[in-house]
């Protein structure tokens, strides 16, 4: 922890100076969800207490079963952001389209897009969880944000990062000039800085896949998994230690901090239509700002997912992020095996 107490409204004015052209609002605009960040870690961290545990009992748009911790994040960083006049529409995980600014209220430069709560299904099992975000510049010129605002390149992303609601809150954020962690004090209810330019390791430490969908992998995803293990005698290497959460942000965190590779591959349970799992907006694009702004790589097996352009919200990929030599390799397997 650096010795001078730098909270992370400070570091964004600190930022800011280093951006002439930003103005204030981009700066509030992260205030604002740092502070919808605070609320979520609160009710998450007594989710046991207050019966806010257990299924909503409705589905979203992804089929998936709501919980009540999705379903109260999503609800408290849309109310953080409708009334601003920071934004011109959001886009989140758990809405079926896009989110207008309600009506009456002024629409701002920016277009956020989020995944509430990420890792949800371990909620009731107390591990990690958290929140992804990304901030785009909108491409309309006025009036009510499109889904053409949503529909960008992770590579023109103005800003984006992550909340991790585990042993500690911590948020993670980059404007493209270096990835800067903070941990939340709850005692003054202050993120203050705690790892000020984060760079992945150049040694990676871990591999972190769902070895359970294995028989629904490509041939070269197999191969690139005995690679990683230390099995693959023509290119023989150190095995890597196997670490799977099963919330993205947990695992994502913990290869950016100790160096490794975080894979969710195409599922060819369909071979004739293999799916990603992940979506692409706002999960895998985000992350992958992030990664490369820490020195790494994400690609979705055949290129960068920066460079992807979503055709619609809730679109899905395969993702493989973290240490730029084993993104690279996980391509050239899947470009030689399939
Ligand atoms: P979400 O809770 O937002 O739906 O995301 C869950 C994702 C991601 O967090 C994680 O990496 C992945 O689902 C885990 O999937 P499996 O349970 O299939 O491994
Ligand atoms: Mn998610
Ligand atoms: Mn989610």
Redesign the pocket.
Known sequence: MPEEIITIERHILEQERAYPEATGVFTSLLYDIALAAKIIARETSRAGLVQILGLAGKTNI?G?AQMKL?VFANQTIIRMNFYTGRLAVMAS?EEPDIIPIPEGYPTGRYVLVF?P??????IDANAS??T?FGIYRRRTSAGPGTVEDCLQPGRALAAAGYIIYGSSTMMVYTTGNGVHGFTLDPSVGEFLLSYPNIRIPAEPKYYST?Q??EKYWSEGVRRFTRWLQGMDEENPRKPLSGR????????FHRNLLEGGI?Y?PLDYKDPSNPKG???LLY?AGPLAFIAEHAGGYASDGQRSILDIVPDILHQRTALFIGNRDLVEMAERFIARYG
């Open positions: 992804q998936e999705d995980e995944d709560l990420d890792g949800s299904s371990n969880i958290g992804i769902n359970g969908n799977y959460i099963g919330s993205l942000v947990a695992d975080f969710y799992k992940l979506r999960e």
